[in-house]
């Protein structure tokens, strides 16, 4: 039996604010989608050396799991408020399942404490030029945070703690979404491959794309591929959600036609379920940013998205993939794809 006096003194709460010149949009997705790429995985998670990245799935729920070379996960903590470009809060229990860390025994919470803790100690030991205690490790990664935040741009300042992301300003803006429910007249794994492939994209979205599909892997479509580079569509977006035939994710700009806001990314997310022979796709778009042109992007998208794009996927379906030296306006869908961050998540 584990006796109190084992388990050890109970340790204050870690608080750190940064300051960095990205948007509450940007930033999120940063910590969030990009989470593999600042946080040093060879040094500090469970796998150690042979940890290829980190993944945080975005949604209340969400798993948060290290992805070894082999391709084992394991598990570091899971989402507990996902609020975009507003609000992340995080359960960390590394090396433990979700249901394992939700006892209501104190003791046994307290005992799984002790563990996290000493597990923690040897991470912040890994590696031979490695921080040397906890508090060099927190110094390191806030430190690595901020550089990859500031990007050189002047944008507006927020805060960020290292488990609790609390972004200023809860604007609307952040509170608005782009969705939609769509019946697309066949099976998941067909529907699927239209999004996630070279190919598949070249039927409905856009003449031909570039997808490598993996998390953080590339995902280009290209609306007009004789022009040149950054003016092609959109270039180089980052896959950042990806669960076969289930749920698929990547970054997305804003067109050149506004180009104050083009450098900075939304999160389109698209959940397959099956619906008999058909597949029934949820479509959103969210991490928008405030101000006169990130609305005009909005209504952009909100006409792009639900009059050509996802009208275009039915259509391909039906009537087979689209000719691009022809292509006209396909039916859109009904009304607008706009809706508050509350409304979508009831759906």
Known sequence: MTKIEDIGPYLEPVRKTITVRRTPAEAFEIFTARFGSWWPVKKFSLHQAGTETAVIEPRVGGAIYEIAADGERAPWGHVRVWEPGVRFVMAWHPGHDASEAGSRDPLRRRGRRHARRARASRLAEAGDEGPRDARQLRTGLGLRVRDLLQG???????????????????????????TAEVLVPAPVDR??????????????????GKVDLRVDGAYSVYFNPEAKPGE???ENMRIVALDPMKRFAFTWSAPTSIPSVRSQRTIVTLDFAPAGEQTR???????WGEGADWDKAYDYFD???GRIVLPRLVERFKSGPVDWK???MPTPLDGSMK????EADQR
């Open 152 to 178: 050189g741009m002047r944008m507006n300042r927020i805060g960020i703690a290292v488990v609790l992301l609390a972004l200023a300003g809860r604007a609307a803006a952040a509170q608005r979404v782009l």
């Open 191 to 208: 529907v699927w491959a239209a999004w996630t492939t070279n190919e598949g994209i070249a039927t409905f979205f856009a003449p031909s």
């Open 232 to 234: 092609r569509g959109a």
């Open 281 to 287: 796709l949820t479509f959103t778009q969210w991490g």
């Open 303 to 305: 006409n792009a998205w």
């Open 326 to 328: 022809y292509a006209g």
């Open 339 to 342: 809706k508050a961050l509350a």
